[in-house]
């Protein structure tokens, strides 16, 4: 499918994740992976705050409200939490599973997607897979829009990470 994988190798897209256990015969599978340049714990610490905000394109997904660029007191999400904020701060979606500093999984708008981090070394691989049974005609437009704005809310988690991650190690 057009769209179905970016940034990730063969190896993380046989994979299992978290997500495979909530939809048993998806009609639509994506992929998408970056490393960052920074250990998971940073990466984590900006991975649960997509509960406040989408950190995608937010002049289309947070009605031109800019997503935060410092790290809040986020809370470990917990299964039944709000998934994330989108539209100016509207909670989408609900958190299913939760495993701090390992994988964010959530269900929003018929998806149901995991973010996992993977440490390399002293970088992670942040990777993120959405499933969905429903759509079988529709799925190749939510693969093409997903890659869009998942593509760019991986980087921006990156940059940030990476930024924070750069921060404490000056201060070290």
Known sequence: MIGDRWGVTTSE???SYPCDEFVSNPVLQAWRGITVRSESEHVWSWVKQIQL?????DWIDNLGRRSPQQLRATPDPVPGDPFMRGLGGIPFGRVIAVTPGEHLTGRILGATMSYVLVPVGPFTRLLLKVVTSRGRWTAP???A???VMARRQLMNLARLSERTGAANE???
Do not use: C, I, M
């Not at 905000?53 to 394109?57: G, I, K, L, N, V």
């Open 170 to 172: 000056g201060t070290s």
């Open 13 to 15: 897209t046989s994979r």
């Open 53 to 57: 905000a989408p950190y995608s394109y």
């Open 141 to 143: 437009v939510l693969s």
């Open 145 to 147: 829009g997903d890659f």
